[in-house]
């Protein structure tokens, strides 16, 4: 299983490979050390180190010398390669985006409300939206950051309330929201929403779950993404009142 890919936010990438180990009745997520992975762009390349447990480091360059848009990743692993590729889509600048965020005013103080999912968009993106004095870069390269994620694609079933999750802060009158958008591939955003049909949004009233088809060869599960990341500190006072 890969996981992880290219933040052009960061200088340090992360790429996490894993496997499932069945041993008796049970199985469980086990890394996989000592493999080759690689990340080229025309003439750049990334070379990932083995930091333990399956997980990959490695350090992005110059961005200025980057040639076309697309990325491709190369896994050696036990004799066999595994190869995938996705597309560097430039981001809209998060002032003339619509936000995933509202707020309301409870007992002199801020609730402020993020939305999960937004359908129907211009583009598809995924969002970090936390508190400043919450924020923490180590949470997003851990992968348990809480993204929330705007498709360009319809809600697949306007009746599950599943769709309409959301997540919330409580904050003061002069605390500030860091706000940070990623582009996303059109092919990485089908394959988030397919995902989530198949686990998130899974309820009574889904629709046939769909095939979760991932980007990388040799019968690997997962998918390597590019984003292209930006971040932007926001006042209180600029975020948008609820109706």
Same mark, same amino acid.
Request: net charge positive; hydrophobic share 40%.
């Given at each position: ?9 960061? *200088?340090? %990438?992360?790429i %996490?490979l ?10 469980e997520?086990? !890394?996989i ?7 080229t ?6 070379d990932? $180190?083995?930091? @333990? ?5 490695? %350090?992005?360059?110059d961005?200025?010398?980057?040639? @076309? ?6 896994? $050696?692993? =036990? !004799? *066999?390669?595994y190869e995938?590729?996705?597309q &560097? ?5 998060? $002032? ?6 509202e707020?309301?005013?409870? =007992?002199?103080? +801020?609730?402020?409300?993020?939305d999960? /999912?937004?359908?129907?968009m211009?583009?598809? =993106?995924?969002? &970090?939206?936390?508190?400043?004095k919450?924020?923490?870069?180590e949470s ?13 694609? @319809? ?6 309330? &599943?769709l309409?999750?959301? /997540? ?5 009158r002069?605390?500030?929201?860091v ?7 059109p092919? /990485? ?8 049909q $198949?686990?998130? +949004?899974?309820?009574? &009233?889904?629709?046939v779950?769909?095939?979760?088809? @991932? =980007?990388v060869?040799?019968n690997?599960?997962g998918?390597?993404y590019?984003?292209?990341?930006i ?9 948008r009142?609820?109706k």
């Amino acid at each position: 299983i890969v996981e992880g890919g290219i933040n052009t936010m960061y *200088k340090e %990438q992360y790429i %996490q490979l894993k496997r499932l180990h069945i041993s008796g009745v049970t199985s469980e997520l086990e !890394g996989i050390p000592a493999a080759t992975v690689i990340v080229t762009n025309g003439p750049n390349q990334i070379d990932f $180190e083995d930091v @333990g447990n399956g997980l990959y480091k490695g %350090q992005l360059f110059d961005l200025r010398d980057t040639v @076309g848009n697309i990325f491709q990743l190369k896994i $050696e692993l =036990n !004799g *066999k390669v595994y190869e995938s590729q996705d597309q &560097l889509i430039t981001n809209v600048p998060i $002032e003339k985006s619509f936000i995933p965020v509202e707020k309301s005013d409870v =007992n002199k103080k +801020w609730h402020v409300k993020v939305d999960t /999912y937004l359908f129907g968009m211009s583009n598809s =993106n995924k969002w &970090l939206i936390m508190p400043q004095k919450e924020f923490s870069d180590e949470s997003m390269v851990l992968f348990k950051a809480p993204y929330s994620y705007s498709f360009r694609s @319809g809600a697949p079933n306007v009746l599950n309330t &599943l769709l309409a999750a959301t /997540y919330s802060y409580e904050m003061g009158r002069k605390d500030s929201l860091v706000i940070s958008k990623f582009a996303i591939s059109p092919r /990485y955003a089908k394959f988030l929403y397919n995902l989530f049909q $198949e686990t998130k +949004w899974k309820g009574l &009233l889904s629709a046939v779950p769909a095939n979760v088809q @991932g =980007n990388v060869t040799g019968n690997a599960l997962g998918f390597f993404y590019v984003m292209d990341g930006i971040k932007k500190t926001v006042p209180m006072k600029d975020i948008r009142n609820a109706k």
